[in-house]
């Protein structure tokens, strides 16, 4: 019975020896296997980890030369942006330079061309200065109106009448009829060519002083002026003003400008910059800002009564020649003045 018992424990010593020494060599075995297949997948794992790498590596790769090729292309385009931009702005410097040329020009041929219109002006002022115009002389019938112009200047001038003839080549009526005044009568114009610029300049003077009365209505002398030149005049209209508000004489300047006398000094402005010029320096003597002020919007308002204009009177008809007229005693008296403090 106790033998039954004992081989059911695990047999004799012996056996039980040899059973565990069979176990250990199981074991050792199974490590053996298990070390061998942790060995090879760890040679799995860096076989992989080398195939991951060379990939990353092979991608990494790629994407530097990707990346160098688009900025050598980038480059590349950079560069050519650049001197095309280069050579644009040199075009644009080019450009402006021909401008700038081209202007100057212009400039030089507007110089040019206003001096060829100052020059005909003038011109045409030179062949009309023996000449003044008698407005207001209503026409009579089957007249001769130059022994009836001698006949009234002789008696006017309080000269003989063959005094009077001596001086006058021609007289003529002109027909006019104005824009403003086309439903009325006629305004009566007479011209009369002298040949003596001393009677031209007697009655202007004189009709500054004296009125001159043909038949019952007064009669306005004018002299022609071309209308550039009376256009020239616009940028002084308000130192004239301010000039005869201190009773200074002045005359004008032909193509342009103004002359007079002042504190013993004679000034000629030929330029509405130099008449700024001289109005800011003599501000204190010419009057204060707030009467030059006050002037300046008289002045507008009379250019408002006069419909925008110079202020002197227009010739609008037909044949006239392209002229403005102009009551000119004061330029005339003004000019002997000078003539004399000369």
């Given at each position: ?10 047999g ?36 992989k ?35 095309t ?66 006949k009234?200047l ?66 306005i ?6 209308v ?64 030059r ?11 408002a ?5 110079t ?32």
């Amino acid at each position: 019975m106790q033998g039954k018992n004992g081989r059911r424990g695990g047999g004799t010593p012996g056996e039980r020896k040899v059973s565990r020494q069979e176990e250990i060599k199981d074991l050792d075995f199974l490590w053996l296997k298990i070390k061998e297949e942790l060995k090879q997948n760890e040679n799995h794992i860096e076989n992989k980890l080398e195939e991951l790498q060379e990939r990353i590596d092979r991608r990494i790769e790629d994407a530097i030369g990707e990346l160098s090729n688009k900025v050598q292309e980038l480059t590349v385009k950079t560069k050519t942006f650049e001197e095309t931009n280069k050579k644009i702005q040199k075009d644009v410097r080019e450009q402006k330079r021909e401008t700038e040329k081209v202007k100057e020009g212009m400039r030089e041929l507007n110089k040019t061309q206003e001096q060829i219109w100052d020059s005909i002006a003038m011109t045409e002022m030179r062949q009309r200065q023996m000449q003044l115009k008698f407005r207001g002389i209503e026409e009579e019938m089957n007249e001769n109106i130059r022994e009836r112009i001698i006949k009234e200047l002789a008696k006017w001038l309080e000269m003989k009448e063959e005094e009077v003839a001596y001086t006058i080549d021609n007289a003529y009526r002109i027909k006019i009829r104005t824009y403003q005044n086309r439903t009325k009568k006629p305004l009566g114009d007479c011209l009369v060519v002298f040949n003596s610029i001393g009677m031209r300049n007697l009655i202007l003077k004189t009709s500054y002083h004296k009125k001159l009365i043909i038949g019952v209505r007064p009669i306005i002398v004018l002299k022609e002026i071309p209308v550039r030149l009376l256009r020239k005049r616009e940028g002084y209209r308000y130192i004239t003003g301010v000039l005869r508000r201190n009773n200074i004489q002045f005359r004008w300047e032909f193509p342009e400008g103004i002359a007079f006398f002042f504190k013993d000094k004679k000034f000629k402005l030929t330029n509405p910059l130099e008449v700024e010029k001289f109005l800011r320096r003599y501000e204190r003597e010419l009057g204060k800002k707030e009467d030059r002020v006050k002037d300046r919007r008289d002045i507008g308002g009379e250019r408002a009564e006069e419909g925008g204009g110079t202020g002197l009177r227009r010739g609008e008809g037909e044949g006239d020649g392209g002229v403005e007229e102009e009551e000119g005693e004061v330029e005339e008296e003004n000019t002997e003045e000078e003539e004399a403090r000369n």
